[in-house]
């Protein structure tokens, strides 16, 4: 089936520690972000892409890295230096270079929690 | 002032009922417009998109005004499966940069 993954659904992490969330998928999809999301709160963007090897910051990039060495996948890094890195993350895709315009396809997030 | 203002609830509804959603977005070069559907702890889905006049999808309803920057959902005959948070999501002009999340407007309808 075709679809956004994410992975892993929840993850704890430690203050100090680098984490890496992984979002693939099979969708065949030029855009991929990556949003943050907050209780009570609507979704902010951090990072995009447009194609490979390309992307740019969004709103909330500080604390974040990404990469983009394949069509199919968009790894977020949640660094240490990211000072409030609690929260629910989301990947999402969408099918053309047009950006904003066509629909968003979500994954099923990953809820990370610092110790 | 928030880039798009929503609601936030919680609209507690009887089954049956009619409830509608009001969205405010700030900027007047905007130029498209979502619905998205969040359940608790799950990723948005997309409901309606709204690109014109308004659109109706069944139960649902979405209306755009422009002149005043606001759009609404109407949910007509609500399910209990209707319970969620509606998200309002604009398109202020074009990149991905530019594509805001209203905070969401919870919705639990009630037997």
């Known amino acids: 089936d075709g679809g956004i993954t994410q992975s892993p659904k929840y993850l704890f992490r430690k203050e100090g520690q680098n984490v890496t969330l992984s979002c693939e998928q099979n969708l065949n999809h030029d855009a991929m972000y990556w949003y943050r999301q907050d209780p009570g709160q609507g979704l902010r963007l951090i990072y995009y892409?447009?194609?490979?090897?390309?992307?740019q910051k969004g709103d909330i990039a500080e604390g974040y890295s990404v990469s983009r060495e394949k069509k199919e996948s968009f790894p977020l890094t949640v660094t240490s230096a990211q000072k409030n890195p609690t929260a629910f993350y989301l990947c999402?895709?969408?099918?053309?270079?047009?950006?904003?315009?066509?629909?968003?396809?979500f994954g099923p997030g990953t809820r990370l929690t610092v110790l | 002032r928030k880039e798009v203002e929503q609601d936030p609830g919680p609209f507690n509804v009887p089954e049956g009922a009619t409830v509608a959603f009001n969205c405010t977005y700030s900027n007047s070069a905007s130029q498209s417009f979502f619905w998205y559907r969040q359940d608790c702890r799950k990723e948005p889905k997309l409901l309606m998109s709204v690109y014109s006049s308004g659109n109706e999808d069944g139960r649902f309803t979405a209306q755009l005004n422009r002149a005043s920057q606001y759009i609404s959902l109407l949910i007509r005959d609500s399910k209990l499966s209707d319970s969620a948070t509606y998200l309002c999501?604009?398109?202020?002009?074009?990149?991905?940069?530019?594509?805001?999340f209203g905070s969401g407007t919870q919705l639990t309808v009630l037997p």
């Open positions: 892409s447009q194609i490979v090897n390309d992307f």
């Open positions: 999501v604009v398109n202020m002009g074009g990149s991905a940069r530019q594509l805001t």
């Open positions: 999402a895709s969408t099918p053309v270079h047009r950006l904003g315009t066509d629909t968003q396809y």
